[in-house]
């Protein structure tokens, strides 16, 4: 005699908190807004969001919770439901303001994630071709690998190279760009400057405008700024961190005392709220 096991699929499971179902049709709708490469995954994200939900709203019944609905600065109005839940929220779960004395010790731990960009002085010479013409790219790469053979030779001669054949407006004053940021220039052009040294020139770098040799003339290193500068975005990440771990206490403990059926809630991966 043999025995098999057959697993049920995902979407063919009854899912029901304290005896409510959430039918099936509104679990593969919730699952548009959760999109993966694996449709287990989306309905697992989706039976969770709507796990959570009916937890709240049961527990919004249970203390007569009442709300008006709010409407944001772009016009949305909150359903009546998501009234209930942000009020419900509101009333269970305190979350303390950082003080003072947290906020500089995450400052502390953390100076490099508020390290100012650095600042490149750059020159380039730029032979442009559009991406969408094979024929023009190939002209731009000959002339800017002639023209990098030409600087590995003189390396003196950039800007007056730049100013013989750049197709760039900068060409007038030697290929000068003046001093750059991180994200001003196509990202090719970014990560090309940021590898360079002062003083060293580029082999041809393709962007959308063509072929570009990049030369950077001095590196300006990126300053930690302030606490004073960033004390405002330290408090509002932390407690914004505070307030999630809260609300995931919070659910958890409702999770605790509800019968759910056909979907673990602890095992589940994803945020408690959508």
Known sequence: MSCSVQTVSPSRKVVSVNGKVIPRAAIARESQ?????????????????????????????RLAVEAVPLTD?????????????????????RTPEPDEETCQRFYESNRARFRSGDLFEVRHILFAARPDDPAASAQALGGAESAHRALLERPA?????????????????????????????????????????????????????????????????????????VRSRIAAYLAEAVARRALSQFVGILAGRAEIEGFDLAVARGPLLQ
Do not use: N
């Not at 993966?36 to 937890?55: F, I, N």
């Not at 400057?193 to 001095?218: F, K, M, N, Q």
């Open 33 to 61: 807004h959760h999109p993966s490469a694996k449709p287990v995954e989306a309905w697992q994200a989706a039976a969770r969001a709507l796990v959570v939900r009916e937890l709240l709203l049961q527990e919004a019944d």
């Open 73 to 93: 600065e772009e016009g949305r109005r909150e359903t009546d439901e998501e009234a209930r839940m942000r009020a419900l929220v509101e009333r269970e779960v």
């Open 157 to 229: 001669s950039f800007e007056q190279l730049a100013r013989e054949v750049s197709d760039c407006p900068s060409a007038g004053v030697g290929g000068s760009l003046g001093q750059i940021g991180p994200g001003q220039t196509a990202p090719e052009f970014d990560r090309a400057i940021a590898a360079l040294r002062p003083g060293e020139v580029s082999a041809p770098v393709r962007t959308r405008y063509g072929y570009h040799i990049i030369r950077v003339d001095r590196r300006i290193e990126g300053q930690v700024l302030p606490f004073e500068a």
